[in-house]
């Protein structure tokens, strides 16, 4: 159904493939009726259920139904059939930002544009009572005329009106560009950890690097709780003050949104009055092709005791603090991520679930053919059927839990060919990790 060519519930044409993660795969499409282009973001509605992202989905849905911005991107309409969901999105045909900061630093008047295009929509969102809490350059994707458009709200909190002085506390988002507050584990101001972000992402458009970076995710966390960056020699005096204001530590005495509109930095140019946005309404009526988020799960809502059933296997070893200070050197934590020059042994972090974890290397054994034996302890042992060069390759994966939403993967090979253990290991499991990894043993963020 999702082949080039194809045609979904007689509206939209499928055409190339635009990008893949573990669990959703996003096509460029026609609508049949208009001809316009669109985007679809095509979910696996076992995968979601699975790993126990259904509530997420929902939240994802009802936050794109709700925020409809000139610099957001538009959910159209959601169908779902018994085994997929798909989400009908506008298509940015610029594709991520990411990609013209990747070339190099952008001109300020020119990165100017894009921030007062980002505070715009962040600003918004806020009034809305949503907090993106994953804002970074490859989530900011850019339309053909090169307008700004805010992306993949998966990891956004929706607070009540009545209750957006509430505090959040879920760790989430992209390590780089966390606000202190959040890596604290303290209790945050969605606005105000948002907005730390879209400092992060101003430095990096000015200058074409990261204001905070390590090779040692300890490190990095150092800094940042710091706020210790440098703003290079051709950055402004005003937009040097701006960021400086917004890379405030202290989340109480760090700007708001409303007095970033205000700065002269900010206001140079600035249209206040957007183009209007195209007029087309987001369908998520209960009709016979569209449904909304709490139906869209219906047709397999009896398989929740299966996902159950399989959380219950996944109880990963937790770490306290005797256990941390063993694996680290002395009571530096950079231990954890040590170079021993042991290369049949790797590490990542990643914020995903347990299960999710698991679901995403059952995935990838049953991809490379590989048995996967589960044991107590949250230890997997994947087994290859037919003997290599040095008889059969065995790999052990353990995790270990520090937090219920912080997780240390140790991989390592038991038995069998390092070659064939080293290119499995670069050209199959690493790509496909990469939708739960935080950050490699040994790489920069």
Same mark, same amino acid.
């Given at each position: 159904?999702?082949?080039?060519?194809?045609?979904?519930?007689?509206?939209?044409?499928?055409?190339?493939?635009?990008?893949?993660?573990?669990?959703?795969?996003?096509?460029?499409?026609?609508?049949?009726?208009?001809?316009?282009?669109?985007?679809?973001?095509?979910?696996?509605?076992?995968?979601?259920?699975?790993?126990?992202?259904?509530?997420?989905?929902?939240?994802?849905?009802?936050?794109?139904?709700?925020?409809?911005?000139?610099?957001?991107?538009?959910?159209?309409?959601?169908?779902?059939?018994?085994?997929?969901?798909?989400?009908?999105?506008?298509?940015?045909?610029?594709?991520?930002?990411?990609?013209?900061?990747?070339?190099?630093?952008?001109?300020?008047?020119?990165?100017?544009?894009?921030?007062?295009?980002?505070?715009?929509?962040?600003?918004?969102?806020?009034?809305?009572?949503?907090?993106?809490?994953?804002?970074?350059?490859?989530?900011?994707?850019?339309?053909?005329?090169?307008?700004?458009?805010?992306?993949?709200?998966?990891?956004?909190?929706?607070?009540?009106?009545?209750?957006?002085?509430?505090?959040?506390?879920?760790?989430?988002?992209?390590?780089?560009?966390?606000?202190?507050?959040?890596?604290?584990?303290?209790?945050?101001?969605?606005?105000?950890?948002?907005?730390?972000?879209?400092?992060?992402?101003?430095?990096?458009?000015?200058?074409?690097?990261?204001?905070?970076?390590?090779?040692?995710?300890?490190?990095?966390?150092?800094?940042?709780?710091?706020?210790?960056?440098?703003?290079?020699?051709?950055?402004?005096?005003?937009?040097?003050?701006?960021?400086?204001?917004?890379?405030?530590?202290?989340?109480?005495?760090?700007?708001?949104?409303?007095?970033?509109?205000?700065?002269?930095?900010?206001?140079?140019?600035? =249209?206040?009055?957007? $183009?209007?946005?195209?007029?087309?309404?987001? @369908?998520? %009526? &209960? *009709?016979?092709? /569209?449904?909304?988020? +709490?139906?869209?799960?219906?047709?397999?809502?009896?398989?929740?005791?299966?996902?159950?059933?399989?959380?219950?296997?996944?109880?990963?070893?937790?770490?306290?603090?005797?256990?941390?200070?063993?694996?680290?050197?002395?009571?530096?934590?950079?231990?954890?991520?040590?170079? =021993?020059?042991?290369? $049949?042994?790797?590490?990542?972090?990643?914020? @995903?679930? %347990? &299960? *999710?974890?698991? /679901?995403?290397?059952? +995935?990838?054994?049953?991809?490379?053919?590989?048995?996967?034996?589960?044991?107590?302890?949250?230890?997997?042992?994947?087994?290859?059927?037919?003997?290599?060069?040095?008889?059969?390759?065995?790999?052990?994966?353990?995790?270990?839990?520090?937090?219920?939403?912080?997780?240390?993967?140790?991989?390592?090979?038991?038995?069998?060919?390092?070659?064939?253990?080293?290119?499995?290991?670069?050209?199959?499991?690493?790509?496909?990790?990469?939708?739960?990894?935080?950050?490699?043993?040994?790489?920069?963020?």
């Amino acid at each position: 159904m999702e082949k080039r060519g194809s045609v979904l519930m007689q509206k939209y044409e499928f055409g190339r493939l635009l990008g893949q993660g573990n669990f959703a795969k996003v096509y460029h499409a026609r609508d049949l009726k208009t001809g316009d282009n669109v985007a679809i973001k095509v979910f696996d509605k076992e995968k979601v259920l699975k790993v126990g992202l259904v509530d997420q989905t929902k939240r994802e849905i009802s936050i794109m139904k709700l925020v409809k911005h000139p610099n957001v991107l538009q959910l159209y309409e959601v169908l779902a059939t018994k085994t997929k969901i798909y989400f009908i999105i506008e298509y940015a045909k610029g594709g991520e930002l990411f990609n013209k900061v990747a070339k190099g630093r952008i001109h300020e008047d020119i990165a100017r544009k894009y921030v007062q295009q980002l505070i715009s929509a962040v600003d918004y969102c806020h009034s809305k009572g949503v907090y993106h809490r994953d804002l970074k350059p490859e989530n900011l994707l850019l339309d053909e005329n090169g307008v700004l458009k805010v992306a993949d709200f998966g990891l956004s909190a929706l607070v009540e009106s009545h209750h957006q002085e509430s505090m959040l506390s879920t760790v989430c988002g992209t390590p780089a560009y966390v606000a202190p507050e959040v890596i604290s584990r303290r209790g945050y101001d969605g606005a105000k950890s948002d907005l730390w972000s879209c400092g992060v992402i101003l430095y990096v458009l000015l200058s074409g690097h990261l204001p905070f970076y390590d090779l040692n995710l300890m490190a990095l966390y150092k800094k940042i709780g710091k706020a210790k960056y440098k703003c290079p020699n051709w950055f402004s005096f005003e937009s040097r003050r701006l960021i400086a204001k917004i890379l405030d530590p202290n989340p109480h005495t760090r700007i708001s949104t409303t007095k970033v509109m205000e700065s002269s930095w900010f206001k140079k140019g600035f =249209n206040s009055k957007p $183009d209007k946005m195209e007029n087309r309404l987001i @369908n998520v %009526a &209960s *009709s016979s092709s /569209s449904v909304d988020s +709490d139906n869209v799960f219906g047709v397999c809502e009896n398989q929740s005791s299966d996902v159950e059933e399989n959380q219950a296997l996944v109880k990963p070893t937790y770490l306290n603090a005797f256990d941390i200070i063993s694996l680290s050197a002395g009571l530096d934590l950079t231990g954890l991520f040590a170079n =021993n020059g042991d290369e $049949d042994n790797v590490k990542f972090t990643s914020m @995903n679930s %347990a &299960s *999710s974890i698991m /679901s995403t290397l059952e +995935d990838i054994a049953r991809v490379l053919k590989m048995t996967i034996a589960k044991k107590d302890g949250g230890l997997l042992k994947l087994e290859r059927s037919k003997e290599g060069r040095k008889g059969q390759l065995s790999i052990d994966v353990e995790i270990f839990e520090f937090t219920e939403s912080f997780y240390l993967v140790e991989m390592k090979k038991l038995c069998g060919d390092t070659l064939e253990y080293q290119k499995i290991l670069k050209e199959d499991i690493r790509p496909n990790l990469k939708a739960i990894v935080w950050v490699w043993q040994g790489e920069k963020q």
